[in-house]
């Protein structure tokens, strides 16, 4: 109430979801927190890393079978079948 936020919005930047927090708001809550130059540099910085990092690159998922794991499905008898991390389906 001090800061001027929802308390849904407090839990949520408590929690550390600080994507999108506005500097009006972080000067808002430092200052109902009463927070000393430290502590404010602390908490600007947090934000700053929450809103520099952007979505990060998903891994390489391989999408070919090794020649060593074709060859075992091959010999096999009964059916199988061979999946990437995304599930994807490689080979029957």
Do not use: I, K
Request: proline share 3%.
């Amino acid at each position: 109430m001090l800061a001027g936020v929802s308390v849904d919005y407090y839990v949520r930047l408590e929690r550390g979801n600080l994507t999108g927090v506005s500097e009006s708001v972080l000067h808002s809550l430092a200052g109902a927190l009463r927070l000393d130059d430290t502590e404010r540099a602390h908490l600007f910085d947090l934000a700053r890393n929450a809103n520099s990092v952007g979505l990060r690159p998903r891994a390489s998922v391989t999408s070919r079978v090794r020649p060593g794991l074709q060859r075992l499905l091959d010999s096999m008898s009964g059916p199988a079948y061979l999946r990437n991390g995304r599930l994807d389906l490689l080979c029957l």
